[in-house]
């Protein structure tokens, strides 16, 4: 922890990201337009350029970029804390039983995480949003199907690899009983890998749920979604840039800073790389 | 105890094979280090790694540096080589003096020119020295082409000379082969003919030995002496193992925790040792007798983050002085080529002078 | 293992993997309430119209039946008739991948160039300012999503600095012009084949934004993989012994340490090919670039079942196959490697 905190880049990534969710959460204090950043139409000024009144221009139903953006706050880090807790409640005790309990049980789960992660997941999102309906929850539910054999995988790792050890052994062969060992030893093993692996993958389940929102799948309108908005602002982007560019650059920030802090927390866990 | 001017005839040195060309101080020296004195800068503070370590070697020569892991032998050899680097490496003094140029004061484009073609050096691990996805041919060619303006060919052909050199047949499934697909000892082999291919006067050897079996090591200490005697290759050996200083050198220097603590030819140090480390060394070795306990010296190797005053082995040394905790001992010559660092022979030499 | 013993066993996993999609696809679509009958004849159907279609497309048959056959039809090669422009799937998937594979070869081209070059820059010259600027590049190169970059650069380099083209794959008076003869469906090798070099142009110059792109993200990450092994590379003793032989340090990363450091390079250039298609779907999206992504999203718009299905079992096949092809490359380079 202390690494990490040295790691200048990290330190800015953690900034930017508790920026992000301060911003999502005070954003009916901090919108100019709230009523806008919620949906509202204004028809009257519409593809307005940034000025002092609409400091980020307004879009094609005369909404406030500026707002809509700080709404759009609440959406990315949601998403993605939501379908990664999904994910580890999926892949956490599946992979924790084939680890623990190896043979047929093992097999069977390690071969169904092989298709999945024989082939790109967030097409497979793509396809089931699809068919489900288009929505944010179904977004989420989607990319959780997709995206939990990775974490299945890492924590049947380390279960085999702790459970094999010589003080798990000897705690299993002197009576303890399983659900103690799994509890005392084998899930603070996982622990810390895990949340790394969490804070690698931020990012890319981010650009994934907006993603599917900038393909028409994630968020509906007119929910204010940075994927959407950029979706939405594409028709007018010679004439009107503002309207999607300034989304895509409020996303470009917040993956950046999941991946600074992703790399200052490997570097900061791995003991081999020593600055 | 032998100690006066009357020098061991060379052809009683243990493990000099015959070989006898006259009394060995008068040729030149190849290589002087001086008071070579080298700091690494780590997470935990400074390491003083190398405390002002000076010997020489003359030429047509092997000189065996022995000591316990971690005592600097490997990083001495570096420093000649000049591979060591990075900003956590400092140098704060001294000088290593190579046919008469110090190597410190070269660039890294002057040590480039120079390591393969007059400094050569092998490591512990023929394995991991050898770059497993190239074949032995092109890693050989290349280090040849580097060093002459030799055509693919004709490099070609002194590859194939220089590992017969070694003893390894001048076939083509060697040249042509990648390191996993040859045996320890031919692996270590190919890494001398890849030294040697350049006529390299001086070879530096870490360990060469270790990492290959008995009968293997016993080929590859015969192979070095071949090497001194028909390729006149003068030999920096650096080794942990006193049974192979002994077989294979003309001289040995000992040393402790970054320090030369004896130095002399090779029956004076290691049968007369005269420093109380070399002795506790000597003790350590298995006799040979079932009922023999193996010894131990007592103490651990010192923490060179923080070493101890004065002598560096005084904490762990039965023959102690005061003066020890305090000053560092100067080399005294005890014999003809024989020069031992410690205040308690100072103080009982009989007719010891100040090198 | 032999290679063929093992070629074998990875097809059988692609075999694996697309039964699995097959199946996936297959009940969650039953399982939704949507008509597809009710799509194929389209808005204003009457109810015996719907009633004709459902018999036409086998809805009236219990589910396991229908599976069965739905199973036996993509074995077949039947793969369904796509609901909004009715012809079969396969055939339309054949006449939109060529595109979107050009964009993705184009575009991996790139970034295995540019990501190779840099993170080897970034190695050979550690802590200088050359290597914080690759670094940085790759960061942004990383966190920019591909859709977002392709608007990025439509807003620089169409509006603020009208450079290139907005949309399309080719200017239309060119198309009209000089009509590229279809070999392989990838206009740009056709056009090369056919000495065809008005159109050739045409097409590059309208394939430059949507290329980077798509090659953003994947030379982004094969920077990052480049200077890493290549720095753990030039730490091996291997290297000091390149080095105590009197080798410098940039012709040993030039000369060996690069064919060292190219195993985990292509395996990461495999790795990022997945996100490549999926990059290019979006940009494609972007640009107008009538390949497979366009056409999976039409699907997805007008619900067309077939389509996404055939879509995505196809693209899945793509990458698996191209994963098989970097791990048999990688065995070819590397003796040492065994495959299992």
Redesign the interface.
């Known amino acids: 922890m202390r690494l990490l905190f040295s790691d200048r880049l990290a330190c800015v990534g953690v900034a930017l990201i508790v920026v992000v969710l301060m911003v999502g959460l005070l954003a009916p204090y901090l919108a100019p337009y709230p009523e806008q950043g919620r949906g509202q139409s204004n028809l009257t000024e519409r593809f307005e350029a940034p000025n002092g009144q609409h400091l980020l221009g307004t879009d094609n139903y005369g909404r406030d970029v500026l707002s809509r953006i700080i709404y759009g706050a609440r959406i990315p880090l949601v998403m993605g804390g939501a379908v990664l807790i999904g994910c580890l409640g999926v892949g956490v005790p599946l992979g924790g039983v084939a680890g623990y309990y190896g043979g047929r049980v093992d097999e069977a789960i390690m071969r169904v995480t092989d298709v999945f992660l024989a082939f790109p997941s967030v097409l497979l999102a793509i396809a089931l949003v699809a068919f489900i309906g288009p929505s944010l929850k179904n977004t989420a539910i989607a990319l959780i199907i997709c995206w939990w054999p990775w974490y299945a995988r890492l924590v049947r790792g380390i279960t085999v690899s702790t459970r094999t050890r010589q003080y798990v052994e000897s705690a299993r062969v002197s009576g303890v009983s399983n659900l103690t060992v799994v509890r005392r030893h084998i899930l603070p093993a996982t622990i810390g890998p895990v949340v790394v692996s969490a804070s690698l993958d931020l990012g890319a389940v981010i650009i994934s749920a907006a993603a599917l929102s900038f393909i028409g799948l994630g968020a509906q309108p007119p929910t204010a979604e940075w994927g959407l908005m950029m979706n939405e602002g594409r028709p007018y982007i010679l004439d009107a840039w503002w309207i999607a560019t300034f989304p895509a650059l409020a996303m470009f920030v917040l993956v950046l800073s999941t991946n600074l802090l992703g790399d200052g927390l490997r570097d900061a866990l791995d003991p081999r790389s020593i600055r | 105890m032998k100690s006066g001017g009357d020098a061991v005839s060379p052809s009683r040195r243990i493990g000099a094979g015959g070989w006898g060309s006259g009394n060995s101080h008068d040729r030149e020296e190849l290589l002087v280090l001086h008071d070579v004195r080298l700091d690494f800068e780590s997470l935990r503070g400074t390491v003083y790694a190398l405390n002002g370590v000076s010997f020489s070697l003359r030429a047509r020569e092997v000189l065996s540096l022995v000591g316990e892991s971690g005592c600097g032998k490997s990083v001495t050899a570096l420093t000649i080589m000049g591979l060591l680097q990075g900003p956590q490496v400092r140098i704060r003094g001294g000088e290593i003096l190579f046919q008469g140029e110090d190597l410190l004061k070269k660039t890294e484009h002057e040590m480039v020119q120079l390591r393969g073609k007059s400094l050569a050096m092998v490591f512990q691990d023929p394995q991991s020295s050898l770059n497993p996805v190239f074949t032995i041919e092109k890693q050989m060619v290349a280090v040849v082409r580097a060093h002459t303006s030799l055509s693919k060919a004709a490099a070609r052909e002194t590859v194939e000379e220089s590992l017969s050199v070694v003893g390894l047949p001048a076939s083509r499934s060697i040249m042509t082969a990648y390191p996993h697909e040859l045996s320890g000892g031919m692996r270590q082999r190919v890494c001398m003919g890849m030294a040697l291919a350049c006529d390299a006067p001086l070879l530096i050897a870490d360990e060469p030995t270790t990492a290959l079996d008995v009968t293997i090591q016993a080929q590859m200490l015969r192979l070095l002496r071949r090497l001194r005697d028909e390729k006149r290759v003068s030999q920096l050996l650096i080794t942990h193992n006193m049974g192979v200083a002994a077989q294979a050198s003309d001289r040995v220097a000992v040393m402790y925790a970054g320090d030369i603590v004896e130095v002399g030819a090779a029956e004076d140090v290691l049968v007369r040792g005269r420093h109380p480390y070399t002795n506790a060394l000597r003790a350590c070795l298995p006799t040979g007798s079932t009922a023999a306990h193996l010894k131990t010296i007592p103490g651990g190797v010192p923490d060179l983050l923080a070493p101890p005053t004065g002598c560096r082995f005084h904490p762990r040394c039965h023959l102690a002085l005061d003066e020890c905790a305090t000053s560092k001992p100067p080399m005294l010559r005890v014999g003809n080529d024989h020069s031992v660092a410690c205040h308690a022979v100072a103080a009982g030499g009989q007719e010891m002078r100040r090198v | 293992m032999s290679v063929s013993t093992y070629v074998a066993r990875r097809l059988l996993?692609?075999f694996?993997?697309l039964f699995?999609?097959a199946t996936?696809?297959f009940f969650?679509?039953r399982v939704?309430p949507?008509d597809p009958a009710a799509t194929y004849v389209g808005g204003l159907a009457r109810k015996d119209q719907i009633e004709t279609a459902r018999e036409k497309l086998g809805l009236n048959e219990p589910l396991p039946v229908q599976f069965g056959i739905y199973l036996r039809d993509l074995l077949t090669g039947d793969w369904g008739t796509s609901l909004v422009s009715k012809r079969p799937v396969l055939e339309d998937i054949a006449h939109f991948l060529p595109v979107s594979f050009q964009l993705v070869f184009l575009a991996m081209a790139v970034a295995s160039v540019v990501g190779f070059i840099l993170g080897a820059l970034s190695a050979a010259k550690k802590g200088s300012v050359i290597d914080h600027g690759s670094r940085l590049a790759a960061?942004?190169g990383?966190?920019?999503?591909a859709?977002?970059i392709a608007?990025?650069l439509?807003?620089l380099f169409?509006?603020v600095v009208p450079l290139f083209p907005?949309a399309g794959k080719i200017q239309v008076a060119v198309a009209d012009q000089y009509p590229i003869r279809t070999i392989t469906g990838m206009d740009l090798l056709d056009a090369l084949l056919t000495a065809n070099w008005s159109a050739f142009a045409s097409v590059l110059y309208y394939a430059v934004l949507p290329v980077l792109a798509v090659a953003a993200y994947p030379a982004g990450v094969i920077q990052r993989m480049t200077r890493a092994t290549l720095t753990e590379t030039l730490e091996?003793?291997?290297?000091?012994?390149?080095?105590?032989?009197?080798?410098?340090r940039s012709?040993i990363v030039s000369?060996?340490a690069m064919?060292?450091a190219l195993g985990p390079v292509i395996t990461t250039i495999g790795t990022t090919f997945?996100?490549a298609?999926?990059g290019a779907?979006?940009v494609e999206?972007?640009f107008s670039y009538p390949g497979i992504g366009s056409y999976?999203?039409s699907?997805?718009?007008a619900?067309d079942?077939p389509v996404?299905?055939g879509t995505?079992l196809v693209?899945?096949a793509i990458?698996?196959c191209v994963?098989l092809l970097v791990d048999l490359c990688i065995a070819w380079?590397?003796?040492?490697v065994i495959l299992q």
């Open positions: 996993l692609l694996l993997v699995g999609i996936i696809t969650v679509a939704i949507s960061v942004v990383v966190s920019l999503p859709f977002v608007l990025l439509q807003v169409c509006h907005i091996l003793e291997y290297v000091r012994m390149h080095r105590a032989m009197g080798l410098s012709s000369r060996f064919k060292n997945a996100a298609l999926v779907f979006l999206i972007v999976l999203v699907g997805i718009m619900m079942y996404i299905v995505t693209v899945s990458y698996v994963n380079l590397d003796h040492r």
